[in-house]
């Protein structure tokens, strides 16, 4: 049986704030097999992002991280410091949100593209990665990529900045991507141009992919297999087209309601859904059920921390409705 690429089991994630400390994950288990698409869904401020950048390495320093089981590629205690920092830019690649931000204005294209490679191969020329860098950049949709190497960030578009951040990503060759809300900058025409690109370049390439987003949409356009995330905890996971046919934790049958199908709710002058309250303040976190304040099903058994019923498969949920009386 092939072990998994990435196993990571009870992740913890807080800060210290002047009221006690605010848990941004607790008790998150994840798995990632090689060469599997993976997505993390939710709401912003469900802990998603938290979890990738924990991964690399690239939490705030008054990050406190811990977990009971951490392993990458064989190799233990990858949530270090020291580890995850060997870990990224080499074995780990991450596609951020806003290109812009993750871009450096002083510094050309081609400058990005061969400094990115220089971790993963420290002993080639620049001629080298330079050409690399044009190859990937012709790759992954940019015309004429030996003048573009040339050029600043601000003289791209968004659109093809993402395609520069995906080009710096794939140079790496990385055994795991990172996909962090990688369309939500972009118009819908470019999104579709972007997901092709990811989903080419990882059939090449047999990399797993994990894929950060608040849309099912995005999930079941790239990924196999989905987690659905709310304050920081796992609610379900299982096979994409499971999830969306038939969503068994109330908060993932909310969030799949309020997914916008095209034109119909203005064609049907139909007000678009939205899910009331807000996420709880995590200094001062529920006892029991997280979602249990804005839940529709919710019941005096709620204010226990329900248990995660596993459905098999990797199909399962946390929610009292599914324990019987």
């Known amino acids: 049986m092939t072990e998994p690429l990435l196993s990571i089991r009870g992740l913890d994630v807080s800060y210290p704030t002047s009221k006690g400390p605010a848990h941004i994950l607790t ?25 990738a950048l924990a991964l690399l390495g690239l939490l705030p320093e008054n990050a406190e991280i811990s977990a009971s089981h951490a392993v990458f590629d064989g190799r233990t205690g990858v949530l270090s410091a020291a580890n995850s920092s060997a870990l990224r830019g080499r074995d780990i690649a991450m596609v951020f949100q806003d290109p812009m931000t993750a871009l450096n204005p002083l510094f050309t294209i081609g400058t990005h593209l061969v400094d990115i490679q220089r971790r993963k191969f420290p002993g080639a020329k620049t001629a080298e990665l330079w050409a690399r860098g044009e190859r990937v950049l012709a790759r ?19 659109g093809m900045r993402q395609r520069v951040v995906i080009a710096m990503a794939l ?23 972007v997901v092709d690109i990811l989903r080419e370049l990882r059939s090449e390439l047999s990399a797993a992919l994990l894929v950060v987003s608040h849309s099912f949409g995005l999930i079941a356009e790239l990924c196999e297999t989905v987690i659905v995330m709310y304050a920081g905890t796992i609610v379900e996971t299982g096979p994409v087209g499971e999830v969306l046919r038939d969503p068994r934790h109330p908060y993932a049958q909310a969030l799949l309601a309020c997914e916008i199908e095209p034109l119909s709710s203005i064609e049907k002058n139909e007000p678009l859904v939205t899910i009331p309250g807000t996420v709880p303040d995590p200094v001062n976190r529920p006892i029991g059920c997280v979602f249990a304040a804005r839940c529709p099903a919710r019941h005096e058994r709620c204010t226990e921390p329900p248990p995660f019923i596993s459905q098999g498969q990797g199909r399962g949920f946390s929610c009292w409705l599914g324990v019987s009386p």
């Open 27 to 51: 008790k998150v288990d994840l798995t990632v097999e090689p060469g599997a698409a993976v997505g993390l869904v939710g709401e912003s401020g469900s802990g998603k992002s938290t979890l």
């Open 140 to 158: 992954v949709g940019v015309s004429d990529a030996g003048n573009r190497m040339r050029r600043y960030p601000h003289e791209f578009s968004g």
């Open 171 to 193: 140079l790496v060759e990385p055994k795991m991507l990172i996909a962090d809300e990688p369309t939500t900058a972009l118009d819908a025409t470019i999104e579709a141009q």
